[in-house]
């Protein structure tokens, strides 16, 4: 660093002049520094101008102009009767200026901006030379700071006023804030702020012998909306207030010895945490909940809407409480209570439901246990009633203590096995033995709101297994309906509750009663016996995108006749037409046929159409006819529109 001393005498004046070429002081760095001293008119006080071209500190650039029209040092110390300041980044106007004026105090000088809106007071006291500084606002307009200084913040929007005070004193920074009409944002949306009124206390320092700075901050927020990643936090109905209190460790870290959350009542937490600072962020090193209480609705509607919404859980209704504690360390969670009562979670989806939970989940250590009760659960429109859920585990291992009964219609869904492993990374692995205890088909399709049918269904699942959003079923269902057989298996679930749910599976029907069938889903009265296949069923969000299907007749069947309706409509799904004309159509009500099948291979949004076999004029038969009066089913569109199959099936289903 290269320091110039010049002094101009003349016969009635001098002027003294300082200049530093590249140089730094702590955490400020410039290029160049000069300070010039002129003696005042007619013996009066001196002016000075002090210059800080290139400086940067804190990340912020540019150059620093003060000028001083009255002022000079006393006992070594500065002051300014009457001056100005400017901050310019090389455009034709400053970024931030202001006046200097001369407070009542000697050894001190004072700074204004925004008309006065804020108004700093830095002061040398002459006795010991400690730095006092007090900051005042009144209704200071935040868009009035510099955009380098908002930016350094990272926020791309700072709007609002402010009143209040900060001091500085014997090393300690206290004040009080209250911000109005607070709006901000950063560019990546991840926080944003509109409308916020609050009141802000706080006090920092002195330093100890440890070098940390301990710390006491307290917040009521009354009016406002405020958005932190995923959480969205509506205008409070009471405010709410945090308080903490800890130590600053500069460059490791932060304790907060003690902290209180309350959001008028609907939540309310308090305890203590410790985070250590990182090179590129902060991370949680300990956090204990001594208390926890959480009031439904309210609470899930201003906390938990946000970020379940990410997992596609949003529009919960809930209700109830939870209550519990909490403590968490090194990176893993070492105890937890929590109690529940009355607690009812409804998806706006209508995929669950539960109601009535009351119970707790407690973990200590490795160990933990659960019990629950609940009065009624629904899954997918399917209600089973009252059930219990015992559950204990170590090390990260958690298994049914006895099996899980849910009991559904006049029968059960009961699993024998249940395993949770959440000791490896990633998501939890789940393992079950399940099986069905025989359901009344007629009861189930009724409340699925499907076309009524008898029958039974049950089923064994061996092996379930759950990895991540993936649900895989060793074993497979039966379903005794309709006088014959519907097995499912291999059948995996992806994303069962979340976006853009996935099936896959294979299904196979053996010898089911037509007659049975076709009146069950108004199809037109048909007789016979049907087998055949879905393979390599796809769905997605519950709607084929994919299969290999086939149905057809069975030689063997003792009567198998159609009628007039179940021709027209195997006419339109096929893409053909019965081979007797309209006339001769409309005299008999019903015709013998040898076999009828229909095949749909779907890839790609196309339905690539087959029959039960080939015919030498070209097309394919639906239906074969025989006897007397022959009638047959000729199809002759290879390629149909998938959307257009869903809508002939819809449209046969709501003929009358």
């Known amino acids: 660093m290269l320091v110039l001393l010049a002094f101009d005498a003349g016969a009635a004046e001098g002027r003294l002049s300082i200049?530093?070429?590249?140089?730094?002081?702590?955490?400020?760095?410039?290029?160049?520094?000069?300070?010039?001293?002129?003696?005042?008119?007619?013996?009066?006080?001196?002016?000075?101008?002090?210059?800080?071209?290139?400086?940067?500190?804190?990340?912020?650039?540019?150059?620093?102009?003060?000028?001083?029209?009255?002022?000079?040092?006393?006992?070594?110390?500065?002051?300014?009767?009457?001056?100005?300041?400017?901050?310019r980044q090389g455009g034709p106007e400053p970024v931030l200026s202001g006046q200097l004026f001369q407070p009542d105090a000697d050894g001190s000088f004072g700074l204004r901006l925004a008309e006065g809106a804020l108004e700093l007071v830095i002061e040398w006291p002459a006795d010991d030379g400690a730095l006092t500084a007090e900051a005042r606002l009144d209704a200071f307009a935040l868009s009035e700071l510099p955009e380098a200084l908002i930016r350094r913040a990272g926020l791309s929007v700072l709007e609002g006023r402010v009143d209040g005070r900060l001091q500085w004193r014997d090393g300690r920074l206290s004040g009080e804030l209250g911000p109005a009409g607070l709006s901000l944002d950063r560019p990546d949306g991840l926080l944003a702020?509109?409308?916020?009124?609050?009141?802000?206390?706080?006090?920092?320092?002195?330093?100890?012998?440890?070098?940390?700075?301990?710390?006491?901050?307290?917040?009521?927020?009354?009016?406002?909306?405020?958005?932190?990643?995923?959480?969205?936090?509506?205008?409070?109905?009471?405010?709410?207030?945090?308080?903490?209190?800890?130590?600053?460790?500069?460059?490791?870290?932060?304790?907060?010895?003690?902290?209180?959350?309350?959001?008028?009542?609907?939540?309310?937490?308090?305890?203590?945490?410790?985070?250590?600072?990182?090179?590129?962020?902060?991370?949680?090193?300990?956090?204990?909940?001594?208390?926890?209480?959480?009031?439904?609705?309210?609470?899930?509607?201003?906390?938990?809407?946000?970020?379940?919404?990410?997992?596609?859980?949003?529009?919960?209704?809930?209700?109830?409480?939870?209550?519990?504690?909490?403590?968490?360390?090194?990176?893993?969670?070492?105890?937890?209570?929590?109690?529940?009562?009355?607690?009812?979670?409804?998806?706006?989806?209508?995929?669950?439901?539960?109601?009535?939970?009351?119970?707790?989940?407690?973990?200590?250590?490795?160990?933990?246990?659960?019990?629950?009760?609940?009065?009624?659960?629904e899954l997918f429109r399917l209600g089973f009633g009252p059930s219990s859920l015992r559950a204990e585990g170590e090390a990260g291992r958690w298994r049914l203590r006895e099996p899980l009964a849910l009991p559904l219609l006049d029968g059960a869904v009961i699993f024998d096995r249940l395993e949770l492993d959440e000791s490896g990374e990633g998501a939890p692995a789940v393992a079950l033995d399940a099986r069905i205890e025989p359901l009344d088909l007629s009861e189930l399709t009724r409340m699925l709101g499907l076309p009524e049918f008898g029958g039974s269904l049950s089923g064994r699942f061996p092996g379930v297994e759950l990895e991540g959003e993936r649900l895989a079923f060793t074993g497979g269902i039966d379903v005794n309906a309709f006088d014959g057989r519907i097995a499912l298996t291999d059948l995996v679930i992806e994303r069962p509750f979340g976006s853009l749910p996935a099936l896959a599976a294979q299904v196979e029907f053996d010898r089911l009663d037509l007659e049975a069938l076709t009146g069950a889903f108004n199809f037109g009265h048909m007789e016979g016996e049907m087998s055949g296949w879905m393979r390599d069923l796809r769905l997605l969000d519950w709607q084929p995108v994919a299969m290999d299907a086939r149905v057809f007749t069975h030689d063997d069947a003792p009567s198998r006749r159609i009628g007039q309706r179940a021709v027209e409509n195997l006419s339109r799904l096929g893409g053909g037409a019965a081979a007797l004309s309209a006339p001769l159509l409309g005299l008999f009500e019903e015709f013998p046929y040898r076999r009828a099948g229909l095949a749909c291979r779907l890839d790609r949004n196309i339905c690539h159409m087959d029959g039960v076999a080939p015919r030498e004029g070209g097309g394919f038969y639906i239906v074969e006819g025989r006897g007397l009066p022959r009638l047959d089913v000729i199809g002759h569109r290879r390629l149909v529109d998938w959307p257009r199959v869903v809508a002939q099936l819809a449209a046969i289903a709501r003929q009358e």
């Open 19 to 87: 200049e530093s070429g590249p140089g730094f002081a702590g955490p400020v760095a410039w290029q160049l520094a000069r300070l010039s001293l002129s003696p005042g008119a007619s013996g009066g006080p001196p002016d000075w101008q002090a210059r800080v071209e290139g400086f940067e500190a804190a990340g912020l650039q540019g150059d620093l102009v003060v000028e001083c029209a009255a002022g000079g040092l006393r006992e070594g110390r500065p002051w300014c009767g009457e001056g100005r300041f400017e901050w």
């Open 193 to 377: 702020a509109a409308g916020v009124a609050a009141s802000i206390e706080l006090q920092l320092g002195p330093a100890g012998a440890d070098g940390a700075w301990p710390f006491a901050v307290s917040l009521a927020q009354g009016e406002g909306e405020l958005l932190a990643g995923p959480v969205y936090l509506p205008p409070p109905e009471a405010p709410l207030t945090i308080a903490a209190s800890g130590s600053y460790r500069p460059g490791d870290g932060l304790d907060v010895d003690a902290f209180t959350l309350d959001d008028g009542g609907l939540l309310a937490l308090a305890g203590e945490l410790s985070l250590l600072s990182g090179p590129d962020a902060w991370a949680l090193e300990s956090l204990r909940l001594d208390s926890l209480d959480v009031q439904l609705p309210g609470a899930w509607t201003r906390w938990g809407e946000g970020p379940a919404g990410a997992f596609g859980l949003g529009g919960l209704e809930t209700a109830g409480r939870i209550e519990g504690e909490l403590l968490w360390e090194q990176g893993a969670l070492a105890s937890l209570r929590l109690g529940l009562d009355e607690l009812v979670v409804s998806d706006a989806r209508d995929r669950f439901a539960f109601e009535g939970i009351d119970g707790q989940v407690v973990r200590d250590g490795a160990e933990g246990r659960i019990a629950l009760d609940w009065s009624a659960l």
